[in-house]
Nanobody, 117 residues
């Protein structure tokens, strides 16, 4: 069974930076897509950034130029470097992976990011 462990959330002032990390385990095949979603209070969950096996990335317009996603295929980890954070980035951030061959879709437990002065 695939398990995801997230780390790195917390409280930061506007303009600050945080780095989220997610470690995936339990897969025999590895992962095609690895990414991060977020859900702010009272809003729907939305894609923040995703990266496929080849390294091609996709970002929400609201975070382009501020956030950077990366992955380590050997370690099955995905990270999200978040810079120039804004109060509107406040949300619970979820790691998401899609397993190769099976197409299984898995979610982390979520980590809170709060941007406030």
């Amino acid at each position: 069974q695939v398990q995801l462990v997230e780390s790195g959330g917390g409280l930061v002032q506007p303009g600050g930076s945080l780095r989220l990390s997610c470690a995936a385990s339990g897969s025999r095949f590895g992962f095609n897509v690895m990414g991060w979603y977020r859900q702010a209070s009272g809003k729907q969950r939305e894609l923040v950034a995703a990266i496929i096996l080849s390294g091609i990335t996709n970002y929400a317009d609201s975070v382009k130029g501020r956030f950077a996603i990366s992955r380590d295929n050997a370690k099955s980890t995905v990270s999200l470097q978040m810079n120039s954070l804004k109060p509107e980035d406040t949300a619970v951030y979820y790691c998401n992976v899609r397993e190769l061959r099976t197409g299984g879709n898995y979610w982390g437990q979520g980590t809170q990011v709060t941007v406030s002065s």
